[in-house]
């Protein structure tokens, strides 16, 4: 075997390697990719986990029942401050979850669940009706996007819950 021959196995040996290398590669940039998406959507879930928590602390909870069970214009300039807080904190959730979506960085589920949750609570009136005290805080296209998902959304009634809970208990009790 010529030194020559000897640098061309070596030269193949090389490329070999720096093939396998590439592919390696590769695979740790895949991998990386899908962790950077979990960690968004663990990120997404754990915010929007965490605002709907807070909306029934103590200091919060008898508003927001009365927003959710009521469309009655019965609230003071404070509590209206004070949802006008509580609404833009959501929804700044909801326009997190449509900018990672638009960059394909969470999943188009973890998206439409978020979109429910709007859904739910942008079917109600009263804060249908204070959506032009926050519509400001957002960027144009989520403005557009979310105005025109919640114009599609049929306009709900609140419901009595303790009235609906029964009823629901004793359905489920008669499935038993």
């Known amino acids: 075997m010529t030194l020559s021959d000897l640098a061309s196995i070596g ?3 090389s490329a070999a390697a720096v093939l396998v ?6 695979l740790q940039v895949s991998q990386a990719a ?10 997404t879930s754990a915010r929007t986990s965490d605002q709907l928590l807070r909306v029934i602390e103590s200091h919060n ?4 029942t009365r927003l959710i069970t009521t ?6 300039a404070g509590e209206i401050v004070k949802l006008m807080n509580i609404l833009t904190a959501l929804v700044l959730g909801i326009e997190d979850s449509f900018l990672l979506a638009r960059q394909n960085l969470i999943d188009k589920s973890m998206f439409e669940t978020n979109l ?3 859904d739910i609570l942008f079917g109600l009136p009263v804060p249908r009706a ?3 005290f926050v519509r400001d805080s957002f ?13 599609a959304t049929p306009l709900r009634e609140q419901v009595d819950l303790p009235r609906e809970l029964v009823a629901s208990l004793r359905a489920v009790r008669g499935r038993s």
Do not use: K
């Open 11 to 13: 030269s193949l040996i």
């Open 130 to 132: 204070m959506w032009p």
């Open 139 to 151: 960027v144009p296209d989520f403005v557009t996007f979310f105005e025109t998902r919640m114009n």
């Open 61 to 64: 909870a008898d508003l927001w």
């Open 116 to 118: 429910r949750l709007m």
């Open 34 to 43: 899908r962790n950077q998406r979990a960690a968004m959507v663990n990120g």
């Open 71 to 76: 469309s009655e214009p019965n609230y003071t």
């Open 21 to 26: 290398s590439l592919v390696y590669l590769g």
